[in-house]
C-alpha cells in the first residue's frame, strides 16, 4: 500500500483502480490520508479475485457511493456536475488452465461476469457517465472486423490460438461494447508500442524487451472504456513499465477532461483545491498488490 501512495503522490495520482488484490472482505482502509475501498472474496476458492480503488486525499472531496458489487468489479461515482462520473474498477476472469478444468467451466466463469457487469451497467442511472478502467483480459489476435466503430486502428495485437474451443474475452467483450454505446478510445490514436502494452506473458523469451515489444512477449489487457460520444475526453492513455512492481501486468496512466462544471466546494480551501485540480482527473490501473497470482490463472482470453 505505501508503494501505491508513493507513486500517487510522486506522479499527482487522484485516483487508482486496482485489480486482483487476493484481499478477501470488503473493507475501506485510511493510511496517511490516502483511503482504500476494496472489495473482496468470501469464498477461499476465488481468492485470485478482488478489486477496489485509491483515492488522494485531494480528491476524497470529488468522490462517494462506493458500491462494492462483487469481487470482479466495483464502482464510485466522482461529483462532476451536471452529470457525474460513475467509475468502474473490473477484472475479467482469465482463462483457466484446461489442466485442471474443462472448457465448460472456463467459458460459464467468463459469462457469468461479463452477464453480470452488463447487467449492472443496465440498472445504472442513465445520466450518469460511464467510465469502467481495468484487466479485460480480452486479446485481439488482428483488427477485430465489424467492430470499428468501438475498437480503433491502433489496438496492439497478440498472439492467441485459433483452434482452441474455448471462448475468449475478447468475444464478450465486443458485443458489450456495442450493446452499451462504449468504446476503447485508446485504441483510435496512435502511440509507441511500449506506450500500449501492458502484460507482459508468462511464455515471454528471456530476453523479452518492452522497449521493443513484440505480440508473443507482451500483451494489452488493460484498457479505459468510455461512452462513444465522450471518448475525446481521454487525453492520454499510456502504460508505465518503469514503475516497478511486483506483477507481470504494468500500470497504466489515463487522464481525463472533466467538462462538466465542477462541485461547489464546501470551503475556501476546497474550492482553491478545486481550481487547481478539477479540470482533469489522472486514474491509474494497477493490478495485484497482494500476493502473486498463481501461474494457471495468469492467462488471458
Known amino acids: 500500500m505505501q508503494q501505491l501512495i508513493y507513486h500517487m503522490n510522486k506522479h499527482h495520482i487522484d485516483i487508482i483502480c486496482i485489480q486482483e488484490t487476493h484481499i478477501p472482505e470488503t473493507t475501506t482502509i485510511t493510511m496517511d490520508g490516502f483511503v482504500f475501498y476494496l472489495c473482496g472474496a468470501s469464498d477461499p476458492s476465488d481468492t485470485h479475485a478482488g478489486v477496489g480503488f485509491v483515492i488522494a486525499p485531494w480528491a476524497l472531496p470529488f468522490t462517494h457511493s462506493f458500491l462494492p458489487h462483487n469481487p470482479r468489479f466495483c464502482s464510485i461515482k466522482l461529483r462532476t456536475q451536471p452529470k457525474q462520473i460513475h467509475l468502474y474498477s473490473i477484472y475479467a476472469p482469465s482463462k483457466l488452465s484446461t489442466q485442471y478444468h474443462t472448457v465448460a467451466e472456463d467459458i460459464a466463469r467468463k459469462t457469468k461476469f461479463w452477464d453480470a457487469l452488463t447487467l449492472s451497467l443496465t440498472t445504472t442511472s442513465s445520466v ?128 481525463i477532461r472533466v467538462q462538466d462544471a465542477l462541485p461547489t466546494p464546501k470551503s475556501t480551501s476546497a474550492r482553491k483545491e478545486a481550481n487547481q485540480t478539477g479540470q482533469a482527473i489522472q486514474t491509474l490501473a494497477q493490478e495485484r498488490i497482494g500476493t502473486t497470482q498463481t501461474q494457471h490463472d495468469r492467462r488471458a482470453g
Open 128 to 255: 450518469d457517465i460511464l467510465s469502467l478502467i481495468g484487466d479485460t483480459n480480452a486479446r485481439f489476435p488482428e483488427i477485430p472486423e465489424h467492430y470499428h466503430e468501438v475498437v480503433g486502428p491502433h489496438v496492439w495485437t497478440s498472439n492467441t490460438n485459433p483452434d482452441a474451443p474455448d471462448v475468449t474475452n475478447a468475444q464478450f467483450l465486443l458485443p458489450f461494447l456495442v450493446e452499451h454505446n462504449l468504446c476503447l478510445p485508446s485504441t483510435f490514436r496512435p502511440s509507441p508500442p511500449p506506450n500500449k502494452i501492458t502484460c507482459k506473458n508468462i511464455q515471454a523469451t528471456l530476453h523479452a524487451d518492452w522497449n521493443h515489444p513484440n505480440p508473443h512477449d507482451f500483451a494489452a489487457l488493460d484498457y479505459i472504456i468510455l461512452p462513444r460520444d465522450r471518448g475525446t475526453t481521454l487525453l492520454s492513455a499510456k502504460s508505465q513499465p518503469t514503475w516497478v512492481f511486483d506483477t507481470h501486468h504494468f500500470p497504466v496512466s489515463f487522464k
